[in-house]
């Protein structure tokens, strides 16, 4: 299953899925282009030193639509079958998410549907819970609120400040999102209304 990997930031967790396929761990997924909308993400050189092919779409200036016209122009360039969003940080509407159902999957910092949205970390750390985590979930409509398919679950200790926390979690979606990925692509993940499992 080609794969296209979104990203917008420092690609940590695209690092995750990069080595997962080196090893031969994703497939029969196979990441076949990398896609940011940051011309400066590291994520892009990530993507080049693995030898995987970059494109950059940005945002600024375009109306939504537009943006996001270009991203279908390029995954049907790409012929991509499904898409990781691994710190994409540009919300998707219905009509990109439509074309591609439960073809979509998206990690976040936290235990949803706690903490939507940008600054998962700084969130939790400001509400004062004990718990947080990393989310893997499929992506609809609405803003991370689409089927829940793993959660792992993460301590927050007294002395964490976003970072501190934050650090934590990458750690866990690092392990979490290749194996997530690896299902998705073999087809063993099925949903029930809102209710995700792996065969
Ligand atoms: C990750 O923690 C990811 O869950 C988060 O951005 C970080 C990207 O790190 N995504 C969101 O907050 C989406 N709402 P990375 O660029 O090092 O993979």
Redesign the pocket.
């Given at each position: 299953m080609k794969l296209a990997v979104f990203?917008s930031?420092?690609?940590?967790?695209?690092q995750a899925l990069l080595d997962a396929q080196a090893t031969g761990a994703l497939a029969p997924g196979e990441i076949v282009v990398v896609v940011s909308n940051k011309p400066d993400a590291y994520?892009l050189t990530r993507a080049r030193t693995a030898g995987v092919a970059t494109e950059l779409v940005e945002h600024r200036g375009l109306e939504r639509a537009a943006f996001e016209a270009k991203l279908v122009d390029l995954l049907e360039r790409h012929r991509v079958e499904a898409i990781v969003l691994?710190?994409f940080?540009r919300v998707l509407t219905g009509a990109f998410t439509s074309r591609f159902p439960q073809r979509i999957i998206n990690?976040?910092?936290s235990l949803l549907p706690a903490f939507p949205?940008?600054d998962?970390p700084a969130q939790a750390i400001t509400y004062g819970v004990k718990v947080s985590g990393v989310t893997v979930h499929f992506v609809d409509a609405t803003l991370?609120g689409g089927p829940i398919i793993e959660q792992v679950t993460v301590p927050v200790w007294p002395d964490d400040d976003a970072a501190k926390l934050?650090a934590r979690?990458?750690a866990e979606?690092h392990r979490l999102l290749p194996v997530v990925v690896q299902r998705l692509a073999a087809g063993r993940l099925s949903c029930q209304g809102r209710v995700v499992r792996a065969e």
């Open positions: 990203v930031g420092s690609g940590t967790n695209l994520a691994a710190g940080m990690t976040h910092p949205g940008v998962a991370d934050h979690i990458l979606e």
